[in-house]
């Protein structure tokens, strides 16, 4: 490979593209050697130019554009990337390209196929980048258009789609030509957010309000308090409001506070309800459920109490009080001189003994502070076993004090629900709410018995403390079984509200006969609510806030998508304009402009401009119904010039952009549109059918040091061959493979000749690859004309290895007797191991020499 000083912002150019199974390119790797301005590839028709161009447009988007264009059934492009030729175990199918990048480095760009169209998904394909894998080609900074036309590519069957597709699909295909699905992204997006909006979960306090407006509606002064609930911004109006509603919908309410209302509104559907049914008298109070008793505390200072006792003379902490009134007496404590003891008989007190009275006290400070903590904690236990008893007190319903009630109640429930449901106990079973409510009792009465022993307990350990004598935590059993009875007294409430649950629902809407005011109900749970009800208030607002915001921003983009439009559409107009004038110049009938129909979104209008005469106002049609099938097709490759020249493409590939019925537009193409695009310094790779547009186009740019290659698909499994027609060597190998194969005398007499031409010009290309590189310049065209077996003697001085000799010989031995009519013409399988070994010396010397053998 060439190598060469990196050239620092220079543009994007593919150097070589390279082929291994891709369409009609087959088990053999063909390199294409592109010129940095123009590379035009000939080929007749399935001979591998589309495949070629389609090669480019697979590398760079990892898709062929036929598949979204053509139509039809996805079956009918099952299994199109892979030469149907080759093995089907054969991986090997993958485009590779060396590119020139902006910062002037090379690399290398191969994207392998993974897997083929299948009929229902697209193929998949791994791309890497210098060897390593990257999930995209955007560091390149190659700029792509939208799909399906992403890739700098124009293939003839793009151009013929226009011609046929139905006019919403025809503005499809134009948008996305011209870069306009950026405003369809920005549209669905808008539409996505009105969605979002419109489709917010009900918020249920919201809609409870609802249920309150159409409850309510008669009373005129509670629908316009309710109008200002909605409207109120602080918790303190809405409340207020909501009172306003309380009170219009029931007259009888007079508390001025919510907290007040609330009770009279509970009061007043209680009374009511319990007319129905008294659900209340079995409805448990768990609000006051009673917690266990703690007793970690008293355990943690009671460990403490012994840990300090241990630490001092049992003698001195019992008798610590005692010390403590001897030394603080006003006389005795500042004792200075032997007196009479006043407690003892015959005892004296000295001073030094007041001394140690008070260092002992010291040393027993800590266990008054421990005594202390154990009697606090000893208080605290008793206050909340004693607070314990009376939560579950609170807890029980009224009908824990029932006895005759019960068998009232419960006939009065069959009566209501008609019949017990299945699955349901008697209301005055053990097993349900009755049940529930006699075994929370005897948890309640457990209690009780226990809390006299805890009483006796907690006032021994008093004593023992006060005495400081050693103690232990006899509390923990009593208070064990204490926290036994709350748990069992919780399990059988929980039970018990279940219960209360399953025949509130069993009664269904027979509560709800109870007769209330219209809107009772509702009021009470808002009130009862009344945070939520704020917080949803503040969303919904928050919700029509942002609708409105939408809209505005809807109404907004639709002005700044019609003045985009306009302004694109002006600016692709002018651009096609352009490229329009280089195909058809001084025509009649010229393109006029690009526009949009109402919104543009579903309708784009390409019109045409028909004059009688050069001077003459022209009239403008829809360049669609008006123009010819040639005209459209200049029209379809002026806009996709133009959309690359305004993306800042660094190169374009055209195939067949002129149609085989067109023949008089190949030299207005070649010089007009051609020579455009190169002095804007795009670079141009074209593939033509056409000999005589080819001819014209290698005429024309031949100076700006093109290249030409011919395309050949005679082997359907080695695939298209490539012939560079500036590449003496290429054109003879061609030749013999083209004749190799022929089973008469003079078919392969010509083969022979061909590979004998070969041999001769890769010897004179070696010769003067090694001549220059020994510091002689030397042209292949200056190596003097001789046969092959002097110019092998000359090659030999730049030999790779001796086995170079051998092969020189056995090509001169087998080729030169194919010159002679008498002489035998070697076989087919000699033949073509010549051209396969002539091959193999000629990438040899590519590969060794700095920039390959001169051509």
Known sequence: METSEPVLNSPTRILRLRVRGFRSYGSEVREIEMAPTITVIRGENSQGKTATAEAVEFLFTGLISRRSLFGGAKSEYERILKNVHLPSEDPDVWVEADIRCPDGVERTIRRTLTADYSTTTDCASTITIDSHQVSDLDSLGIPLGDPPLAAPVLLQHNLRYVLSTAPQQRAAYFRALLELTDLDQVREAIARAK????????????????????????EPVASSAIDRVEKSISRHTMTAELISVAKAVSPSVRGETAEAVIGELRAAKQRAEEKVFPIGALTPTTSNMPTRVDHTPLARSVDVYADRLRGVDLDVARLAPIFEAVVSHPQLGSLSEPAECPVCEQGTLEPDRIQRLREQLAASKDVRAAASGVAHQLQAILGSVEATGRAMRAVLPEAHEWADEWKDVAAHHASLVEKVPAGTSDLSSGDSARGAISRAGYQLERLRELWHPVKTVVASTNAKVQERAPIRDELVALLSEVNECVDSFRIEIENLAASVDRLSEELGGKLHLAHLPPGLREVLDLLEHRDDLQRELEATRKREEVRQRVQAIDRLIQTAEGALLDER???????????????????LVRFGGVGRRASGRRYVDLTAELASTTDA?????????????????????????????????????????????????????????LSALLDEGIQVIVCTHDPKLALNTVDVHRHRGLEHYELSLSNMAEGTAVTNETDVFGQHILAAQDAIASSSVDGRR?????????AERLAKQIIATGRTQEGTPTRVSEVDDNVLSKLAVDALGFALDASERGRWETWRKNLNPAAHDDADVPQPPTLKTIMKEIKKLKNAHEKH???GLLK
């Open 750 to 758: 010509n083969a022979a000749n061909a590979l004998r031409r070969a």
């Open 195 to 218: 969605g979002r909006v419109a489709d917010l979960p009900p918020l249920p306090w919201m809609v409870r309000l609802a249920e309150l407006r159409d409850s309510a509606w008669a």
């Open 849 to 851: 020499w700095p920039g």
């Open 569 to 587: 559409f002006d600016m692709m107009g002018a651009e096609i304009d352009r490229w329009w004038a280089t195909l058809r110049p001084d025509e």
């Open 617 to 673: 106002l022209p009239e403008v049609r829809n360049a669609v119904g008006v123009f010819s099938d040639s005209q459209l097709n200049a029209l379809g490759l002026a806009a996709f010039l133009a959309r690359q020249c305004l993306i800042g493409s660094p190169f374009v590939i055209l195939d067949d952009p002129l149609p085989g019925y067109d023949p008089e537009h190949r030299l207005t193409f070649a010089v007009g549109t």
